[in-house]
């Protein structure tokens, strides 16, 4: 047995062992970084916080950024590996640019050997730990000196020149070690292969895309108490569900729908989990009951910290600030261009911490001009003649995305929340409403809900159909009856819903219609407080 440990040693030590002996140079973190956050469509804000505290979330993976980081990195002459720390969690590495070298790179890596019990044991075999156990006759901590020399699959350590599985003496033990071997981290690290003349210092621009970032809108309008006008806010939900913060960041976000492959994902970290070698009855020794490891339970690896300062572990923050929401708003962002695509640049540097979900004020504009309409649709396909149908019909606000209209910024798709300012000074929720991404110059909607005043009453009064030529139109007369039961006047627009169909002509109305913003015929009718008043038209269609 102890001869076929030592040849296993043997064939271990050497498999572990570099192949080339290589001048390494590690840049820790950034000096600076810049984020630019993506989307293709609208993003639900609700949805997307909701979706976060589930444990099944792979919100890390989704999204897309361009992180632009800056690092002063000492380079050295020849052969060289040039380590980056702290880059994304979510960094897709065939994306990766640098720029600042001194020379090309031979060769670039992406690793993320995740710090793991099982990691931790692989990367030190032919080490010096300490073993600190608890003697179950004392209840005292005794603490020896071990090699390792085989990893987590079946860890085995050598202790006073004999040989022992790691979890398999029965006795409660930690294993101390005192660093971390190079290589393992919490988080993915890019390696590139220089070739550099001489040593220098530089400063590098690495940029590369990743995910895990996310951006949304919402809208708060508070609609003044004369019914004419509303004061909007906007803001911009920035949401990092990555494992990497960015401190006082620039920060810019862009709308409109990027194409992507959907290939742009980022490296999955290598897992080693650590599972006990025992042998032949599942322990090293004869005298020790193996149902003992039952009864202390799995026996943990420990590390110490750092002897240098360290900052407070990655996934640790990440988990205590995940449901955190930070709100700023002390000036406005910026709207410009990019090609086809509107992009809004924060009024200042902001950090974006991991599993932080941030609020930044991008729009206010006061007395903006809205007009309010009760719209119904008129669909009569399915009536008979005589047949009476009453419906409600759904408030809407029309705003035009001018600067004379009050606006004249792009607005990005998102969820409006309606508040309706009282007489009083009061603010009470009106309605909720979503809207697409907007650009300047066109009208645009809120659907609020339906109207609690306003009755529409439809009728058809006679219909029928003639063939002409092989063409067969079918004709119907309607009548619509509108009542206001409120105390003011209501603006009422009735549309009809058959427009779509081929061959739709109105040959007789007795209130001219007109063509509205949307494309379609519409009439628009102002009912006094407590009356009715009455459409009719006639219309036909072709089969």
Do not use: H
């Not at 990092?240 to 999955?268: H, K, L, M, W, Y």
């Not at 799995?298 to 590390?303: E, K, N, S, T």
Request: aromatic content about 6%; some cysteine; hydrophobic content about 35%.
């Amino acid at each position: 047995m102890r001869a076929a440990l030592l040849a296993a040693t043997a064939l271990i030590s050497l498999l572990a062992a570099p192949a080339f002996a290589q001048t390494v140079s590690t840049s820790e973190k950034a000096d600076t970084a810049t984020v630019v956050i993506y989307r293709d469509e609208p993003v639900d804000t609700v949805e997307l916080m909701e979706r976060s505290r589930q444990s099944w979330s792979r919100l890390d993976r989704e999204g897309l950024a361009l992180i632009v980081e800056t690092r002063t990195i000492d380079v050295p002459a020849g052969d060289a590996v040039i380590r980056f720390e702290g880059v994304s969690t979510g960094i897709v590495p065939q994306s990766v640019t640098i720029e600042g070298l001194p020379s090309a790179v031979l060769e670039q890596n992406a690793d993320f050997d995740l710090l793991t019990p099982g990691s931790l044991l692989d990367k030190s075999i032919g080490d010096t730990v300490q073993v600190v156990r608890t003697n179950p006759a004392t209840g005292r901590e005794e603490v020896r000196t071990a090699v390792v020399r085989s990893g987590g699959g079946g860890a085995v350590l050598e202790i006073d020149g004999r040989y022992e599985a790691l979890s398999c003496s029965g006795l409660i033990q930690r294993v101390i070690f005192e660093d971390v071997p190079e290589g393992l981290s919490d988080q993915p690290t890019l390696s590139v292969r220089t070739r550099a003349p001489a040593a220098g210092r530089y400063t590098v621009t690495l940029a590369y895309l990743s995910t895990g970032l996310q951006w949304s809108t919402d809208y708060v309008a508070r609609l003044s108490p004369d019914g004419r006008t509303l004061d909007l806010t906007g803001w911009l939900t920035l949401a990092n569900f990555g494992g990497t913060s960015f401190p006082d960041a620039p920060v810019q976000v862009v709308a409109g729908e990027i194409r992507t492959t959907g290939r742009s994902v980022p490296v999955d970290p290598v897992v080693r989990s650590r599972s006990p070698g025992c042998w032949p009855q599942d322990t090293t020794t004869n005298g020790v009951n193996p149902d003992m490891k039952d009864a202390y339970g799995d026996y943990p690896v420990a590390v110490p910290a750092p002897p240098s300062p360290p900052a407070p572990p990655v996934m640790m923050r990440a988990q205590a600030m995940e449901d955190e929401i930070v709100v700023t708003g002390s000036r406005i962002a910026q709207q410009g261009e990019l090609g086809d695509y509107k992009i809004y640049t924060l009024p200042s540097p902001t950090t974006v911490a991991a599993r932080q979900t941030k609020q930044v004020r991008f729009l206010e504009r006061t007395a903006v001009p809205y007009e309010r309409v009760n719209r119904q649709w008129i669909g009569t396909r399915w009536e008979e003649p005589g047949e009476t149908e009453t419906s409600t019909p759904q408030v809407v606000f029309r705003l035009r995305n001018t600067e004379v209209g009050g606006l004249g910024i792009a607005l990005p798709g998102g969820n409006w929340s309606l508040r309706q300012i009282t007489p009083e000074g009061r603010s009470v929720l009106a309605g909720e409403a979503e809207t697409e991404d907007r650009p300047v110059g066109l009208p645009f909607e809120l659907a609020r809900g339906d109207a609690s005043d306003v009755q529409v009453r439809t009728r058809v009064t006679a219909d029928g159909e003639r063939t002409r030529r092989a063409l067969t139109t079918q004709w119907r007369e309607v009548e619509v009856v509108v009542s206001n039961l409120g105390a003011d006047a209501e603006m009422v627009e009735l549309a009809p819903q058959e427009f779509r169909q081929t061959g739709f002509r109105i040959t007789r109305q007795s209130r001219p219609s007109a063509i509205t913003d949307g494309g379609y015929p519409a009439w628009t009718l102002t009912v006094p407080p407590g009356e009715s008043v009455t459409l009719t038209w006639r219309y036909e269609v072709s089969e």
